[in-house]
């Protein structure tokens, strides 16, 4: 008797780091990905649509990927495109191979009901991983609640027990959407939050690059001149090691055990003119108000890499 899959569903925005755990669960032995369902973040949606569409036809990934929210709840349009560049990710080698292949449908909300409503009948769980902003999830909640309620957690990246990337206070999948994540943290479902104070424990440097470079394919050769531009980000010359975002969820789904959390409760501001966006942790241990969230404190940063290029290198060789 094979071990059982644990079926999830992929909520992004690609984004490199997007593009990286989506490889990661569809080539997992561990993992069965139900569907992706696409929203506007790093980039506007038909960039980030378009990239995941060139990225599952690059690795040739066998799995449905559906068109999700343009606008954040309140209408809103914010990228890291000043950041990441038009694209929404950049290389320093070949670019990603454009591809013919469309969307499986423009309605990645309806997408993800569907396929939750389709496990009802055999009572069986869905983990949904959300690495962009949670409009979507959020959609998904207002639509069918009933079926959201079937999920076993939402595990997202975002937020953060400290600073933020986008403002002082802000990481940018929730300040691109603070009230779609207003909704998922008061949804009563299970939150895993992977904020930036863990992500910044996961650090890429040059040496993990230069050894996906030396790596054979076209798959690796495009993917590592991706790599090495997103290293760069902080500091053109590297030198500057680069937190691993994104494919911390897909590591902790291989190996829980290299991450500590701290459950406790966690509220979005809204209206803070200097803090609109940050998640609010209450990490003071005070049994007063609901516990919503298990907060990823703790990561063994070396072995998490190390875990990430050998699930990397073997996802790229199957
Ligand atoms: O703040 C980092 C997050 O914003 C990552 O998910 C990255 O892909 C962008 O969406
Ligand atoms: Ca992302």
């Not at 207002?142 to 975002?158: F, H, K, P, S």
């Not at 206070?169 to 207003?182: H, M, V």
């Not at 500590?260 to 803090?275: C, M, R, Y």
Request: hydrophobic fraction near 45%; aromatic fraction near 4%; charged fraction near 20%.
């Amino acid at each position: 008797m094979g071990l059982q899959k644990r079926t999830v569903w992929l909520d992004c925005d690609p984004g490199f780091d997007d593009w990286l755990t989506l490889l990661l669960v569809c080539r997992s032995p561990l993992l069965h990905c139900a569907g992706v369902s696409v929203v506007a973040g790093n980039a506007p949606l038909a960039v980030t649509l378009g990239n995941a569409l060139r990225i599952r036809a690059l690795h040739g990934l066998q799995v449905p990927v559906y068109g999700g929210c343009e606008r954040s709840l309140m209408g809103g349009s914010e990228t890291a495109q000043n950041i990441l560049g038009k694209q929404g990710m950049a290389t320093l080698g070949e670019t990603l191979p454009s591809t013919a292949q469309k969307a499986d449908g423009m309605d990645g909300v309806g997408a993800l009901l569907t396929h939750l409503r389709g496990q009802q009948a055999s009572q069986a769980k869905t983990t949904l991983v959300a690495i962009g902003p949670l409009t979507n999830v959020a959609k998904a909640l207002q639509q069918g609640a009933r079926a959201m309620q079937t999920l076993d957690e939402i595990v997202i990246m975002g937020g953060s027990t400290d600073r933020g990337n986008h403002t002082p206070a802000a990481e940018f999948n929730i300040f691109a959407d603070p009230e779609a994540a207003d909704i998922v943290f008061r949804s009563s479902i299970p939150i895993r939050m992977f904020g930036l104070n863990v992500c910044r424990q996961v650090l890429l440097t040059q040496t993990h690059v230069q050894e996906v470079k030396s790596w054979l394919g076209a798959e690796a050769q495009i993917l590592g001149g991706y790599l090495d531009a997103y290293q760069r980000i902080r500091s053109s010359d590297g030198l500057e090691p680069m937190p691993m975002y994104d494919p911390v969820v897909a590591l902790w789904l291989h190996a829980p055990e290299l991450f500590g959390f701290q459950d406790a409760p966690v509220d979005i501001e809204l209206d803070g003119k200097l803090t609109r966006g940050m998640t609010v942790c209450d990490l003071r241990n005070r049994a007063a108000r609901p516990i919503n969230t298990h907060i990823a404190m703790r990561a063994d940063g070396d072995a998490v890499m190390t875990l990430l290029l050998k699930q990397l290198k073997k996802a790229l060789a199957s």
